[in-house]
Nanobody
């Protein structure tokens, strides 16, 4: 497992942008696919984006395609989520997670950060 710490959340107006970061521990970071998930109040945690260990493969939820970009810097053992054109529906706690396979399936991720709050005002 790896330890993960998210940062970069906050309050932003609709149409604005935020960049989330997720710093990982460990020297085998590139062996892990990384994912971003989010959970809004009263809703289940849902997939947002995922990236393979070397950043070759990327997957996005339909709701964020064209607006969000996932990336990683293995030298800095950090994964990012650039969020543009934010909408009030994007309001949620955002979590990063690590998996041995690149997947949209929440159950395949076995290491999780504590989450960072993103609030988009209308």
């Amino acid at each position: 497992q790896v330890q993960l710490v998210e940062s970069g959340g906050g309050l932003v107006q609709a149409g604005g942008s935020l960049r989330l970061s997720c710093a990982a521990s460990g020297r085998t970071f590139s062996n892990y696919a990384m994912g971003w998930f989010r959970q809004a109040p009263g809703k289940e945690r849902e997939f947002v984006a995922a990236i393979s260990g070397r950043g070759v493969f990327k997957y996005y939820a339909d709701s964020v395609k064209g607006r969000f970009t996932i990336s990683r810097d293995n030298a800095k053992i950090t994964v990012y989520l650039q969020m543009n054109s934010l909408k009030p529906d994007d309001t949620a706690v955002y979590y990063c997670a690590a998996s041995r396979v690149v997947t949209m399936q929440l159950r395949e991720y076995d290491s999780w950060g504590q989450g960072t709050q993103v609030t988009v005002s209308s």
